[in-house]
Each structure stands twice: as structure tokens, then as C-alpha cells.
């Protein structure tokens, strides 16, 4: 006999394992402070209030911004740079704008020269994060669309020699987050209003598999299943609030396990990538928005926008390592160095204050420097190492 709904709901949060933010670890034995750096980082971040893209270096002289590119087409408009992305080839960096009239668009930079590479292409309603394949072949950018009603919006995938759309992808509700794995073969995204977790197959680019992440009913969808605010047309679910409302997805470096910030519920979903099913969850500080795995695979930094702060999780025990304070609030994205030692974070700030870009060790728990860049401090990617 079927299990009633309430009791499917009660059993699936049985079986699997929560861990709370209850343990704060001190920094390693036998120091009170973190080392100086002993190589130069480089990255770059966006400015979505002031239609700048900055290059920042971090190294032993402290942190500084190196270099600001203006961004975009119209000078009385803002069109808001959002996502940024860097092939792992270290030629050429890729950003979104969301503003447009109304479809934002698409940027392809020449990395260190730091120019533009032919003009910008049109996307969907608010372009925002984007992610490359291995061989830099290939765009996946979440088209969040914030205009009008809330209705399905789509994955644009680009082909990023000739900068063609190839194809729009219809996945559910806000789309955002968007993921490539490592090996290159999916692609991930979540749907904010959804509470969703959507795969796309990589090479076809269509929808593979869904994933709910709503409280208590967490699990396979039909790839089908467009969402709750699909099925509003037809009468249904016309007041459902997401529970999650999640924001972000990253894998693990091996691409076994997914990572889901839940925005709304203060929890991070552990994800079973074969298996397709909820292993963990941990609870956070409040707000959860951006998320990236070290490479080491040892720690899952969590960027905390209505918390302030960033939160560390050790994979391994599922237990938070540490919790810190940002330099300023409405915390952003986030980025790990390639030497596991550093995560860099963007915070946007309120009204006409500075973005900034913090720097945390995350070996010594520490916030080691900041630097001011241009107002609402957006996407950030690592561009390379100097030693």
C-alpha cells in the first residue's frame, strides 16, 4: 500500500544525513596567523552597477586592482556585467550583461590584452552566470530572466569560436547557476521558483534529468516536468513558494557528488551524481547564494548574501570549519585558488558604496585582505598563478 505523501516526506528526511553548523574549528596548531602568500593570484571580477570588469593580483606586496575595463554598448544605460567565465586554456574570458532591451547579451574578451573580441551576441531576458566546457568550446548561460511574469526561461549553449547561439534550452523558473562537469559530458543549473536541479546532456543539449530539491520531497523528477510554475497555466500549484529556492550548483573535482545552495531553507544539498539521489545536507548561516568545491576536494566554501559572511565545510566530516564575516555586506560569488589555499569573494555592498573582493585562507580560517572595486561587485573568476 502507497505511503501517504506526509509520511514519504518524513521518511526521506530520515535516511539522510544532516549535519548542522555547530562546530567552529581554531585555526591549525601552533599558529596565529596566516603566512604571507608566496605566489601572485590574478582574477577577474564584474561590476554590475558600474558596467566595469576588473582585473585584481593578490601576492606577498598585498591585493590591489590591476587593471578596469568598461563594459558595454550604451553609456547612459547600465547593462550590467554578471557572469564571467575563463577557459582553462587562459585565452579568453567570457561575461554577460543582464540589462538589455530586454535580452542581455554575451562578451568575449581576449584575456590579459583584456580587449574585445568582435561585438557582443543576444541572449535570453538576463543572461547571468555562465560556465565553458574543457576545451573552451562551448557557452552554458542561465537566462534568470527577472521581466514580466514568472515563466520557464532557458539555458542559451554558444559556440564560442564563432560566437553563435546553437541552441536555447527551455529548463524551468529562473534559471541559474549554470555548471559544466569536469569531464564535460553535463551541464547543471537550478531553478529558483522551481525548486529544481536540472541536467542538460552536454553534447545533445537537451534536458536529461531533473532533480527535485524541495524539503522533504527530495529526489528524480520526470526530465519532462517544466515545473510548478508550468503547471500554473493549468490551474495547479498557482501558490506554491519554493522551500529551497536554490542558486547554485557545483560538483566535487571528480564530478561524483553536486553541491545545491538552498537559498530559502539555510542548507546545502549533497547530491549523489550517478545514483541521482540526496546523500547529505548541512546546514548554514543564513542565506546561501554561491558555492565552489577546492580542487583538493576538501573543503566546500559557501558564500552567505543575507549572513554577511562566508562559511567553510569540511567534506569529509560534513562539519563547518569555520564561519567569518565579509568586509562589507550582500555577499556575492566566490572562486578558489588552483593551490586549494585561498577563496576569493565578491560582495556587492548597498546603494553608491564599493563593491569588494575579500580574500580568505582557508587553512588558517582568516579574511587576509580586500580591496575596493566598482559598485555591486559580481561574477568572479580565477585567471592564473604567477610564482
Not at 578596469?68 to 567565465?85: K, N, Y
Not at 536555447?168 to 522551481?194: A, I, K, L, N, Q
Not at 573535482?253 to 547530491?271: F, M, Q, T
Request: glycine share 10%; net charge negative; proline share 6%.
Amino acid at each position: 500500500m502507497p505511503l501517504p505523501h506526509i509520511s514519504r516526506a518524513l521518511l526521506a528526511l530520515a535516511m539522510v544525513a544532516t549535519v548542522t553548523a555547530a562546530t567552529i574549528s581554531d585555526p591549525p596548531e601552533g599558529r596565529t596567523s596566516a603566512p604571507e602568500p608566496d605566489a601572485s593570484y590574478l582574477l577577474y571580477v564584474g561590476a554590475e552597477s558600474a558596467d566595469k570588469l576588473h582585473r585584481v593580483r593578490f601576492g606577498p606586496e598585498g591585493v590591489r586592482v590591476e587593471r578596469t575595463i568598461d563594459v558595454g554598448e550604451l553609456a547612459l544605460e547600465i547593462e550590467g556585467p554578471h557572469g564571467i567565465a575563463i577557459d582553462r586554456q587562459g585565452g579568453y574570458l567570457y561575461l554577460t550583461t543582464g540589462h538589455g532591451l530586454p535580452d542581455g547579451k554575451l562578451w568575449k574578451y581576449e584575456i590579459g590584452a583584456d580587449t574585445l573580441v568582435g561585438g557582443p551576441i543576444d541572449l535570453g531576458n538576463f543572461p547571468a552566470t555562465v560556465d565553458l566546457t574543457p576545451d573552451g568550446l562551448y557557452a552554458f548561460i542561465a537566462n534568470f530572466n527577472l521581466h514580466g511574469e514568472m515563466t520557464p526561461s532557458s539555458v542559451s549553449v554558444v559556440y564560442t569560436p564563432e560566437m553563435m547561439e546553437v541552441a536555447r534550452t527551455e529548463t524551468c523558473t529562473m534559471p541559474h547557476g549554470s555548471r559544466v562537469s569536469p569531464d564535460g559530458h553535463r551541464h547543471f543549473s537550478v531553478c529558483m521558483m522551481d525548486d529544481q536541479l536540472v541536467e542538460l546532456d552536454a553534447h545533445a543539449f537537451g534536458v536529461s534529468r531533473r532533480f527535485s530539491v524541495a524539503r522533504g520531497e527530495e529526489g528524480a523528477l520526470n526530465a519532462d516536468d517544466r515545473g510548478h510554475h508550468t503547471h500554473r497555466e493549468h490551474g495547479h500549484d498557482a501558490h506554491y513558494r519554493a522551500s529551497c529556492s536554490p542558486t547554485w550548483a557545483d560538483t566535487d573535482p571528480d564530478g561524483a557528488r553536486l553541491y545545491v545552495a538552498c537559498n530559502r531553507s539555510d542548507e546545502v544539498l549533497e547530491i549523489d551524481v550517478e545514483r541521482w539521489e540526496l546523500l547529505r545536507r548541512f546546514t548554514t548561516g543564513r542565506g546561501p547564494y554561491n558555492l565552489e568545491v577546492s580542487p583538493d576536494g576538501r573543503t566546500l566554501v559557501v558564500t552567505l548574501k543575507q549572513g554577511n559572511a562566508v562559511e567553510l565545510i569540511d567534506l569529509a566530516s560534513g562539519e563547518t570549519r569555520h564561519r567569518s564575516e565579509t568586509s562589507t555586506t550582500v555577499v556575492h560569488g566566490v572562486v578558489t585558488s588552483p593551490d586549494s589555499r585561498y577563496a576569493f569573494v565578491s560582495v556587492e555592498g548597498v546603494g553608491a558604496e564599493p563593491g569588494r573582493v575579500d580574500v580568505f585562507d582557508l587553512d588558517f580560517f582568516e579574511r587576509v585582505a580586500s580591496v575596493e572595486v566598482g559598485q555591486q561587485a559580481s561574477g568572479i573568476a580565477f585567471w592564473k598563478m604567477e610564482r
